[in-house]
């Protein structure tokens, strides 16, 4: 009885959970998991900035007036999705940031869903995963009902 309880109110969390995350704040996945620090997500970045990821060197340089992150961030190159950058913040040898305490809020907040939506993905050793609230196999059944 004790253990059913549990169950039930466990499944009406994820429920409600769910609810809130796809429906008020409009998410698509959640991230669980955590970092382990490899530093791998402060090179090869591409920002995004309002609604575009930053695609012009001199766009990129009125930008740096602007935020001071942008100010840590070197080009490295460039392929259809935009500018790579690098951060200098990065130490090269430990691969830590040398800011962590002050980092800006992007890097805190990293990694978001919206790294998919410009052609980016979580690097092979990320210990956060992005996992869909709704899972295909839901989103199937849903579509083979209304069939
Ligand atoms: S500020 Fe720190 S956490 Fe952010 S990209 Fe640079 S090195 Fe990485
Ligand atoms: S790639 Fe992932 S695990 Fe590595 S530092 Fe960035 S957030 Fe942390």
Same mark, same amino acid.
Do not use: W
């Given at each position: 009885?004790?253990?059913?309880?549990?169950?039930?109110?466990?499944?009406?969390?994820?429920?409600?959970?769910?609810?809130?995350?796809?429906?008020?704040?409009?998410?698509?996945?959640?991230?669980?998991?955590?970092?382990?620090?490899?530093?791998?997500?402060?090179?090869?970045?591409?920002?995004?900035?309002?609604?575009? *990821?930053? &695609?012009?060197?001199?766009?990129? @340089?009125?930008?740096?007036?602007?935020?001071?992150? $942008?100010?840590?961030? +070197?080009?490295?190159?460039?392929?259809?999705?935009?500018?790579?950058?690098?951060?200098?913040?990065?130490?090269? *040898?430990? &691969?830590?940031?040398?800011?962590? @305490?002050?980092?800006?809020?992007?890097?805190?907040? $990293?990694?978001?869903? +919206?790294?998919?939506?410009?052609?980016?993905?979580?690097?092979?050793?990320?210990?956060?995963?992005?996992?869909?609230?709704? &899972?295909?196999?839901?989103?199937?059944?849903?579509?083979?009902?209304?069939?």
């Amino acid at each position: 009885m004790y253990a059913t309880l549990i169950v039930k109110f466990y499944h009406y969390y994820k429920e409600i959970k769910k609810i809130i995350y796809s429906k008020i704040l409009r998410k698509k996945y959640y991230r669980t998991g955590r970092c382990r620090c490899c530093g791998e997500c402060c090179k090869h970045i591409y920002v995004k900035h309002g609604k575009n *990821v930053i &695609k012009d060197e001199k766009v990129f @340089k009125r930008l740096q007036y602007l935020h001071s992150f $942008y100010t840590y961030l +070197e080009i490295i190159g460039k392929d259809e999705t935009g500018l790579i950058f690098s951060c200098t913040m990065q130490d090269p *040898v430990t &691969k830590k940031c040398t800011i962590h @305490k002050n980092r800006p809020g992007i890097c805190r907040r $990293y990694p978001q869903e +919206e790294l998919f939506m410009m052609g980016g993905t979580l690097s092979d050793n990320c210990g956060y995963k992005l996992e869909p609230i709704i &899972k295909f196999e839901e989103v199937l059944s849903k579509l083979m009902k209304k069939s």
